[in-house]
């Protein structure tokens, strides 16, 4: 276990949030039309650190209880959270673990930890940030003045100020060069793929992320096909790079994780479109937790 849930690292952490927040400037500021696009795989130089074979393990209890306590699945199987039903108590846990968190030596893990810790960090400041902003009914209705909730910094590790694009353009995509990364992560969308019931760890991380590229591509918000079209999540037309560049190499690795009765469907000749469901995770007031 690594990290202290130290007072002035919780500062810290509660003033980058904070100062983040403060530059909203009301709902719905984030243009229909205006496409979600990642930013450049350009790697930040002070997270190639690591410590191959390290035994030093960070302890994601915290977040592994926040979700198997809140973690909802829909009829359709999509991954919902509650989160107007969140206790303070619990937020206050969960600030505790971003907390311990920032406080963590990330250059002292081996690879497999710190790709769990950085796609937990990222979830984890991803739920937080709705439920500061809640009631939001899309996570792109919260403006920080450049129409967009990923840009600005809103987390310090290693004295380092970090956006959630940074976590996830210029460290995750950077380092891993992993299509499957993002399975990994949400974005806090019905479109997007859907938490976990349990946090990632460095022993489990590629088994989950298989799991979740498998639930993904067999499910209508991932891929849909029928008369001749196939409308994909707009994940693989963002991040197509990440998944092969090309579009022979990305039905490649559709079906690579399509099951049986969806693998024949996709062929070459297919029309292919795109989308993505930006309506909040939300389920405030259902039933049916798991």
């Given at each position: 276990m690594t990290?202290s849930?130290?007072p002035a690292r ?9 100062a983040?927040l403060?530059?909203?400037s ?5 243009r229909?039309d205006r496409?979600?696009?990642p930013g450049p795989v350009?790697p ?6 690591h410590s191959?074979?390290?035994?030093r393990l ?7 209880r926040?979700l ?7 009829s359709d199987?999509?991954p919902l959270l509650?989160?107007?039903?969140v206790a ?8 505790e673990?971003l907390?311990?968190?920032?406080a963590?030596p990330?250059g002292?893990?081996?690879?497999p930890?710190?790709y769990?810790?950085?796609l937990?960090l990222?979830n984890a ?17 919260i403006d920080?003045g450049?129409?967009t ?16 694009a940074?976590?996830?353009?210029r460290i ?9 990364v ?10 997007s ?12 991380v590629d088994?989950?992320?298989?799991e979740?590229?498998?639930?993904f591509?067999n499910h209508?918000r991932?891929v849909?096909?029928g008369d001749g079209?196939?409308?994909l999540?707009?994940?693989y037309?963002?991040y197509?790079e990440?998944f092969?560049g ?5 039905l ?6 399509a099951?049986?009765g969806?693998r ?6 297919l029309v292919l ?7 909040l995770?939300d389920?405030?007031g259902?039933?049916?937790?798991i």
């Open positions: 990290g849930r130290a919780r500062q810290v952490l509660a003033g980058l949030m904070a983040a403060g530059g909203c009301g709902l719905g500021a984030y229909a496409p979600f696009r350009r930040l130089e002070h997270w190639r650190a191959p074979g390290s035994q960070v302890d994601h209890s915290l977040w592994d926040f198997r306590t809140y973690r909802r699945l829909r199987r999509v509650p989160y107007g039903e303070s108590a619990e937020l206050e846990l969960l600030d673990y907390a311990l968190l920032a963590t990330v002292s893990l081996d690879r930890e710190q769990a810790f950085w937990n990222h400041l991803v739920v937080r940030l709705i439920e500061r902003t809640y009631l939001v009914l899309s996570i792109r209705d920080f450049d129409g909730p990923w840009n600005r910094p809103i987390v310090e590790v290693e004295r380092q100020r970090l956006s959630l940074d976590i996830r353009d995750l995509r950077a380092y891993w060069r992993d299509g499957r993002h399975y990994g992560l949400c974005y806090g969308a019905i479109g793929p859907g938490l976990l019931g349990e946090a990632f760890t460095g022993t489990n088994r989950l992320l298989d979740q590229a498998l639930d591509v209508p991932g849909w096909v079209k196939a409308m999540s707009a994940i037309d963002w197509a990440d092969g090309t579009r022979e190499a990305v490649a690795h559709l079906r690579l994780y099951l049986p969806l024949p469907l996709l062929r070459e000749d479109d795109y989308a993505f469901d930006w309506s995770n389920a405030t259902s039933l049916g937790k």
